[in-house]
């Protein structure tokens, strides 16, 4: 799915999407629901919104599937064309708001925008279960591996106390 930067000028500078399809994520095709406000004030873009969906993801620590489901809010800003030369592709407008370039660019591909969306919120270290610690070998794995870390030592605790 596709937004042109002109069909939104032409609407007032403002424009409204509701995403209600499949993408891409990792070879799999995930149904995501997503609502999308476009705001364009003179050379910025602004896009608000949301995007909720269910995705499989491993866990950490006994690396079964499962589904993760995840709701997440959108705000971001693009720049329409370079502002300056000089700038880089992404760079800091305010703290923690980057802004990205469109370099004139007209077409806006929502479903490239969603998957990053996606992919830079999901967790790194996926568990499936609070609970899912004490299963099996990956967490004697774990384990041992975290002997070497002080900040570990709580877990150690925990164990030998289940043995006594
Ligand atoms: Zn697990």
Redesign the pocket.
């Known amino acids: 799915m596709y937004v042109n930067i002109d069909e939104i000028k032409n609407n007032g500078n403002s424009y409204y999407i509701s995403f209600d399809d499949k993408i891409n994520i990792d070879e799999n095709f995930y149904p995501l629901k997503a609502k999308l406000y476009f705001k364009i004030y003179d050379n910025i873009m602004e896009i608000k919104g949301n995007v909720k969906g269910v995705v499989k993801l491993t866990?950490?620590?006994?690396?079964?599937e499962?589904d993760y489901k995840f709701s997440y809010e959108i705000k971001e800003f693009y720049a329409l064309n370079s502002l300056l030369e000089k700038y880089p592709e992404e760079y800091e407008i305010k703290e923690g708001n980057f802004i990205n370039d469109l370099n004139g660019e007209k077409e806006f591909d929502i479903n490239k925008f969603l998957y990053e969306i996606i992919t830079i919120n999901l967790p790194n270290n996926y568990?499936?279960?609070i609970n899912?610690i004490e299963?099996n070998e990956n967490i004697k794995r774990y384990l041992k591996n975290a002997n070497q870390d002080p900040r570990m030592a709580i877990f150690k605790e925990i164990i030998v106390k289940e043995k006594e």
């Open positions: 866990c950490n620590r006994c690396l079964k499962s568990v499936c279960d899912c299963n």
